[in-house]
């Protein structure tokens, strides 16, 4: 009976360990990685399904090979199928706190140059939308029609009366750089606002090409 009981629990544990290893394989996903010399390689990446914009990421050469870390310093993009897109971009970045933070008493954004992966929300050829998000921190970057990446700005500030003042640029940004006759309203600076403003821009404009939606 002994001898019953633990080739049953071997069998158990077994199946457990069968399926934390499958389960661990599934996780790196195939994509793409393109590196500093532009080459374009197909690869496994580890789906971490990022709350936040990562600085670094695991990947594999084939499903069974050692395990890579890629970062902003090797890798200008990376892709897993279906599901997310990061691309590397040096950019102005004001990250003032917003919201219940200390507010600065500055209106004007707060820029640093940094390096960063941003995530790629909507995008076509001629435009795209990135989102930018640490802890609570979040920000939203566009591509102009000159192909620069820039920040759409806006930032919560206080007065010299203590009251909270909110700059809201990006709305002029938009309607500059990204308009159509047929488009009558301004996004919130909220993700799904922009992700549908920038998907009705491409209808507006009568765009052939589809607008991919990450």
Request: charge should be positive; aromatic fraction near 14%.
């Amino acid at each position: 009976k002994n001898s019953i009981q633990m080739n049953q629990k071997l069998v158990v544990l077994l199946s457990l360990l069968i399926g934390l290893s499958s389960y661990a394989q599934k996780r790196f996903q195939q994509g793409y990685i393109i590196k500093n010399d532009d080459l374009k390689v197909d690869v496994w990446i580890k789906n971490d399904d990022w709350a936040h914009n990562p600085n670094r990421f695991r990947y594999k050469l084939t499903e069974d090979s050692e395990v890579l870390i890629g970062n902003t310093s090797n890798i200008k993009e990376f892709y897993i199928n279906d599901s997310h897109k990061y691309v590397r971009y040096t950019v102005d970045i004001d990250r003032s706190n917003s919201g219940n933070g200390k507010l600065s008493t500055q209106r004007t954004p707060e820029f640093n140059n940094e390096t960063i992966f941003l995530k790629t929300l909507v995008e076509n050829t001629t435009t795209a939308l990135f989102g930018f998000s640490e802890n609570s921190f979040r920000r939203f970057f566009y591509k102009t029609p000159e192909g620069k990446v820039e920040q759409l700005i806006y930032k919560e500030y206080k007065t010299e009366k203590g009251k909270v003042a909110k700059n809201e640029l990006y709305k002029k940004q938009l309607t500059d750089k990204l308009t159509c006759p047929g488009l009558k309203w301004i996004p919130k600076y909220w993700k799904k606002s922009l992700v549908k403003y920038f998907i009705e821009l491409n209808a507006c404009a009568g765009q052939n090409e589809e607008l991919i939606n990450y």
